[in-house]
């Protein structure tokens, strides 16, 4: 795994700026799910609307990600759901949850909400942190269609989520 102790990777999508800071005490012994609903619990209005600003998406690997054990190389992903107003997390295999863990990236956090219209690839890297690429001929692609495209921008050493 990384060198660096964890961190908290924010990603504002209004500014699409990237601020890092240390891992408050109360979260270093979580991950996956139990991460988010703390972050949740901790930063999100409960009233807030699950589509607006207020609410955050957040990506975290789980506790045991890069061990040797199978099946332990998990990303889960959460907020506030809009069609039950609870907190929801989904959880996925595949490389992210190893690459963010190799990053030191203990959560990811998206808050806001963007001005800019259109879309676009937010590309996570050590050397380049948070770097926000127009992503317009990706719109209405289907993932099979769109993975190869992102792979061959950027390389078969990425992870794509």
């Given at each position: 795994?990384n ?13 699409q700026t ?24 901790d ?35 959460g ?12 959880n ?10 190799f ?8 808050e ?41 921008k ?8």
């Amino acid at each position: 795994m990384n060198e660096n102790k964890s961190q908290i990777w924010r990603i504002n999508t209004r500014t699409q700026t990237l601020k890092r800071e240390p891992v408050p005490e109360t979260w270093q012994r979580l991950g996956g799910r139990g991460l988010i609903a703390r972050i949740m619990v901790d930063e999100v209005d409960a009233k807030c609307d699950p589509l607006g600003a207020g609410n955050k998406l957040i990506f975290t690997p789980g506790l045991l990600v890069g061990h040797i054990l199978s099946s332990t190389d998990r990303i889960s992903v959460g907020g506030k759901s809009p069609l039950t107003g609870g907190i929801k997390e989904a959880n996925a295999g595949g490389r992210t949850g190893y690459h963010m863990a190799f990053m030191g990236i203990h959560a990811l956090i998206i808050e806001d909400m963007p001005e800019k219209d259109g879309y676009w690839v937010l590309h996570l890297s050590l050397k380049d942190g948070a770097k926000w690429e127009r992503a317009d001929d990706l719109a209405g692609l289907g993932v099979y269609e769109t993975a190869p495209k992102l792979l061959e921008k950027y390389g078969d050493k990425v992870a794509i989520s």
